[in-house]
């Protein structure tokens, strides 16, 4: 099984502030990468697939890099909605992992 | 607009069988693949495992032996069956679709807590 982690764990960012998180896997997924952001009481929500592909309807504020083991998410400039929760995913083998989060609050 | 919603009991006996239910509306289950997928509280999301279009279902290995996913096209749901849980098995468990990778729809969840 493929164990995907995130760093960090937590991350205060000020709004209208470059936010950058990362996550790494421990073998190669190419880029079979999503992230996803998630509030507390909703699903989550798709931003990013094939580890940089912005989903529909996805603010150009959000951007995806990375291919093989080394993966980010960049927020471009914080808005306050988008104080949340975000963890990759891994679909390049099954079981498909996900990361722990990282929590983005406001500094 | 695709829409999940999870369904069933929310608290469940040690050593009993979990069920839960998604309803699926604005789609079809007779397209795409349907997934649970289970987050334990404090835990990071586990992928439990997923139902093909075409009804060919495969399963988290760590969960295999006690998991069933299967489909009702004519009501347009899909269920989830874990059986002989215990306490880990407590979780807020996730309906969702994907094309057999990225997940584009969820649900909202529901908390299943395992407890006599």
């Known amino acids: 099984e493929i164990v995907m982690t995130q760093s960090p764990a937590t991350l205060s960012v000020s709004p209208g502030e470059r936010a950058t998180l990362s996550c790494r896997a421990s073998?190669?997924?190419?880029?079979?990468l999503a992230w996803y952001q998630h509030k507390r009481g909703q699903p989550p929500r798709l931003l990013i697939y094939?580890?940089?592909t912005r989903a529909t309807g996805i603010p150009t504020r959000f951007s995806g890099s990375g291919s093989g083991t080394q993966f980010s998410l960049t927020i471009s400039s914080l808005q306050s909605e988008d104080f949340a929760v975000y963890f990759c995913q891994q679909y390049h083998n099954w079981p498909f992992t996900f990361g722990p989060g990282t929590k983005v609050d406001i500094k | 607009h695709v829409q999940l919603q999870e369904s069933g009991p929310g608290l469940v006996k040690p050593s009993e069988t979990l069920s839960l239910t998604c309803t699926v509306s604005g789609g079809y289950i007779g397209s795409f693949y349907w997934s649970w997928i289970r987050q334990p509280p404090g835990k990071g999301l586990e992928s439990i495992g997923y139902?093909?279009?075409?009804?060919?279902?495969n399963y988290n290995p760590s969960l295999r032996s006690r998991v069933a996913i299967s489909g009702d096209t004519s009501r347009n749901q899909f269920s989830l069956r874990l059986s002989s849980v215990t306490a880990a098995d407590t979780a807020v468990y996730y309906c969702?679709?994907?094309?057999?990778?990225?997940?584009?729809?969820w649900g909202q969840g529901t908390l299943v807590t395992v407890s006599s």
């Open positions: 094939g580890a940089f």
């Open positions: 139902m093909s279009f075409n009804g060919i279902t």
């Open positions: 073998q190669s997924v190419s880029s079979n």
């Open positions: 969702a679709r994907s094309n057999s990778d990225y997940f584009d729809y």
